[in-house]
């Protein structure tokens, strides 16, 4: 018969493991920062592509989005008034 009963890790052990879980874990957070900052960059570049602008505008249409209007850009109306 085996009555041998597995011996738990020492303090040692486990604090070492614990230490390791913890740096992996940080590496991990790490990690998941620098993809957050790629996909980021990545819809930014997307929103700015000409295909993407276009598809926006055409759902906008489709679904009676009021226009903008693009920055900086005055109306002929407010630049009537600001001139007279």
Do not use: G, H
């Not at 020492?10 to 604090?15: G, L, T």
């Not at 493991?17 to 920062?33: F, G, M, P």
């Not at 602008?53 to 109306?75: C, D, G, H, T």
Request: aromatic share 2%; with cysteine; charged share 40%.
């Amino acid at each position: 018969m085996m009555t041998d009963k597995p011996q738990p890790p020492s303090i040692e052990k486990v604090k070492e493991r614990s230490a390791r879980v913890q740096e992996i874990c940080k590496r991990a957070d790490a990690n998941i920062l620098i993809l957050d900052e790629i996909i980021a960059q990545l819809e930014e570049e997307n929103r700015r592509s000409p295909l993407y602008q276009s598809r926006l505008r055409r759902a906008k249409r489709l679904l009676n989005f009021p226009e903008e209007k693009p920055e900086n850009v005055e109306s002929d109306r407010d630049s009537a008034t600001t001139t007279s």
